[in-house]
T-cell receptor, first 122, second 110 residues
Framework: GAVVSQHPSWVICKSGTSVKIECRSLDFQATTMFWYRQFPKQSLMLMATSNEGSKATYEQGVEKDKFLINHASLTLSTLTVTSAHPEDSSFYIC??????????????????FGAGSRLTVL | DAKTTQPTSMDCAEGRAANLPCNHSTISGNEYVYWYRQIHSQGPQYIIHGLKNNETNEMASLIITEDRKSSTLILPHATLRDTAVYYCIVRVENNNDMRFGAGTRLTVKP
């Protein structure tokens, strides 16, 4: 099945520094990847859509200069949290669309998610 | 996109069937019903999806009412490892992204 790998799985940084999170599709090509953020006891919130070879599309209220997204290849998207502050501490999750599905389903439009990256800004 | 409504939480006894309901009364004709789940501190996991026919796979069954205004995800023999938040999402198939509501927190008890 399709696998999406995220790295690092957790990171602690000082306020004011920048942190890069990688998202890789391991056995399929993904022209589009998605970045989500999840605060404790809340649901996932879509931050942006990452498009290979073009600029990312950000959701309303998400600062594009704060959360830099680069999708330079069909298997890699990166999210950089610039000048991180404690309020940026969150669980960041990426996903990619694959045509993989479990037996009995058409498999179309299934999003495969990474395991997430927990960011703590001190 | 159609909005979904799910109960906040549910309990289920281990070994019994877990039936998770979802209301989507404003669903459009070309929108599919998707189910994902998220085990604590992990990324969401795809479970199943369907348009109007009932679907079954190794993980679960999806029952969609004839008017498509509601559906039920069935885990036939729940285990402790099925404890998770279950999300019902309605989306047009060729739309890439998934937008998550609050979901149902299912707790499977021994």
């Amino acid at each position: 099945g399709a696998v999406v790998s995220q790295h690092p799985s957790w990171v602690i940084c000082k306020s004011g520094t920048s942190v890069k999170i990688e998202c890789r599709s391991l056995d399929f090509q993904a022209t589009t990847m998605f970045w989500y953020r999840q605060f404790p006891k809340q649901s996932l919130m879509l931050m942006a859509t990452s498009n290979e070879g073009s600029k990312a599309t950000y959701e309303q209220g998400v600062e594009k200069d704060k959360f830099l997204i680069n999708h330079a290849s069909l298997t890699l998207s990166t999210l950089t949290v610039t000048s991180a502050h404690p309020e940026d501490s969150s669980f960041y999750i990426c996903s990619a669309r694959s045509n993989w599905g479990l037996a009995g389903s058409s498999g179309a439009n299934v999003l495969t998610f990474g395991a997430g990256s927990r960011l703590t800004v001190l | 996109d159609a909005k979904t409504t799910q109960p906040t939480s549910m309990d289920c006894a281990e070994g019994r069937a877990a039936n998770l309901p979802c209301n989507h009364s404003t669903i459009s004709g070309n929108e599919y019903v998707y189910w994902y789940r998220q085990i604590h501190s992990q990324g969401p996991q795809y479970i199943i999806h369907g348009l109007k026919n009932n679907e079954t796979n190794e993980m679960a069954s999806l029952i969609i009412t004839e008017d498509r205004k509601s559906s039920t995800l069935i885990l036939p023999h729940a285990t402790l490892r099925d404890t998770a938040v279950y999300y019902c999402i309605v989306r047009v198939e060729n739309n890439n992204d998934m937008r998550f509501g609050a979901g149902t927190r299912l707790t499977v008890k021994p």
